[in-house]
T-cell receptor, first 109, second 112 residues
Framework: KNEVEQSPQNLTAQEGEFITINCSYS?????LHWLQQHPGGGIVSLFM???GKKKHGRLIATINIQEKHSSLHITASHPRDSAVYIC???????????FGTGTRLQVTL | DAGVTQSPTHLIKTRGQQVTLRCSPK?????VSWYQQALGQGPQFIFQ???????QRGNFPDRFSGHQFPNYSSELNVNALLLGDSALYLC???????????FGSGTRLTVV
């Protein structure tokens, strides 16, 4: 069993839909990261969480430390949101990241 | 302010050859980590360099080695290439005292 599990693996949505991607982890962590990867390969950091909730534009990330679970929400989805969204956890400052396998999101018109 | 720069962007090598990939960290960052991402998989941690020394290492064979220079830039070397080494190699920089990371765009290595 992977230390970081994401669901769903693939997600297709229509423009404007509310999207939720889930991440569960089985190890102790100091921080959880939500990352976005476009087909070209580069990874962009969206959020870093150690507790509670963060919001940036149409993106919201939450974490429940007791349940070892995090969610990434996208409100009013748009085709430009199409990408792979990856959850990763770290055990300390500058500690290695352990990644989930990602959720491939496609938003259609 | 430049982010993380990786070179080259693409590379094709033959089995048994050796390859060197390069990474320049984000300005102000002192730590460089390398990850291997096979097609359809999440990145896997190779190793991390800080103060010119390997600070952490993942489960990769000794064919994978690295170096960090005084200006914090880093190299990843892979010897005796195998077909299974074909992947996207990602570099991420950070501050040793911080949790955040900045990623480069990666080097796509194809071994034929």
């Amino acid at each position: 069993k992977n230390e970081v599990e994401q669901s769903p693996q693939n997600l297709t949505a229509q423009e404007g839909e509310f999207i939720t991607i889930n991440c569960s982890y089985s190890v102790g962590i100091s921080a959880l990261h939500w990352l976005q990867q476009h087909p070209g390969g580069g990874i962009v950091s969206l959020f870093m969480l150690s507790s509670g909730k963060k919001k940036h534009g149409r993106l919201i990330a939450t974490i429940n430390i007791q349940e070892k679970h995090s969610s990434l929400h996208i409100t009013a989805s748009h085709p430009r949101d199409s990408a792979v969204y990856i959850c990763a956890v770290s055990g300390g400052t500058a500690s290695k990241l352990t990644f989930g396998t990602g959720t491939r999101l496609q938003v259609t018109l | 302010d430049a982010g993380v720069t990786q070179s080259p962007t693409h590379l094709i090598k033959t089995r048994g050859q050796q390859v060197t990939l390069r990474c320049s960290p984000k300005s102000g960052h002192d730590t460089v980590s390398w990850y291997q991402q096979a097609l359809g998989q999440g990145p896997q941690f190779i190793f991390q360099y800080y103060e010119e020394e390997e600070r952490q290492r993942g489960n990769f064979p000794d064919r994978f080695s690295g170096h960090q220079f005084p200006n914090y830039s880093s190299e990843l070397n892979v010897n005796a290439l195998l077909l299974g080494d074909s992947a996207l190699y990602l570099c991420a920089s950070s501050l040793v005292s911080d949790y955040g990371y900045t990623f480069g765009s990666g080097t796509r290595l194809t071994v034929v």
